[in-house]
């Protein structure tokens, strides 16, 4: 069975930073893109970046490009996404995402369970 | 970047009804295209991928159809666990986005 566990969220002040975390299992990690989707309060779902499976190439979000980083350990089935300078606008529920058929026609097709982020003074 | 445009936003329905969601994109994305159902407080589950095919589980019920620009997710006989938030995504390039979002609700 495939797991997504994301950890690390929690309030941060504006211009802070926070690393979320996400622990895969049930699958062969090192196999797959791996991408981050965020749902603001009220808001629809918003792509944040996905990585490649050898974890050479990544690709953002114009919102947070500059800001977030997101990396692989193939060797630990682990994601993390690295957000620096926060903003209110990030606040939001961050799903960590197993991305099938990259390169094609591609899509999520396993979600965590999601974490919230919250960016306020 | 590539704009999806979802209509309606929201629509009210009655068990048994058949529903049609439709999504357009801003320029061609091929069959690039999924859809996804969101129930308040969970995860987005995976329902059609690539335009027309069904994610493993998924009650047959659940059909998409469509290429190019203009996309259809079609619910057959609507249940009440239907009622939640759907959107569509193109995964023809990047960023990848998504639509705004239909919310179907009990009449």
């Known amino acids: 069975e495939v797991q997504l566990l994301e950890s690390g969220g929690g309030l941060e002040q504006p211009g802070g930073s926070l690393r979320l975390s996400c622990a895969a299992s049930?699958?062969?990690?090192?196999?797959?893109?791996m991408s981050w989707v965020r749902h603001a309060p009220g808001k629809g779902l918003d792509w944040v970046s996905s990585?490649?499976?050898?974890?050479?190439?990544?690709y953002y979000a114009d919102s947070v490009k500059g800001r977030f980083t997101i990396s692989r350990d193939n060797s630990k089935n682990t994601l993390w996404l690295q957000m620096n300078s926060l903003r209110a606008e990030d606040t939001a529920v961050y799903y960590c995402?197993?991305?099938?058929?990259?390169?094609?026609?591609?899509?999520?097709?396993?979600w965590g369970q999601g974490i919230l982020v919250t960016v306020s003074s | 970047d590539i704009q999806m445009t979802q209509s309606p936003s929201s629509l009210s329905a009655s068990v048994g009804d058949r529903v049609t969601i439709t999504c357009r994109a801003s320029?061609?994305?091929?069959?690039?295209l999924n859809w996804y159902q969101q129930k308040a407080g969970k995860a987005p589950k995976l329902l059609i991928y690539?335009?027309?095919s069904l994610q493993s589980g998924v009650p047959s019920r659940f059909s998409g159809s469509g290429s190019g620009t203009d996309f259809t997710l079609t619910l057959s006989s609507l249940q009440p666990e239907d009622f939640a938030t759907y959107y569509c995504q193109q995964s023809y390039t990047t960023p990848l986005t998504f639509g705004g979002g239909t919310k179907v609700e009990i009449k």
């Open positions: 690539a335009a027309s």
């Open positions: 320029q061609s994305i091929s069959n690039y």
């Open positions: 990585i490649v499976d050898s974890g050479y190439s990544t």
């Open positions: 995402v197993l991305s099938s058929g990259w390169g094609g026609p591609s899509y999520f097709d396993y």
């Open positions: 049930g699958f062969t990690f090192r196999s797959y893109a």
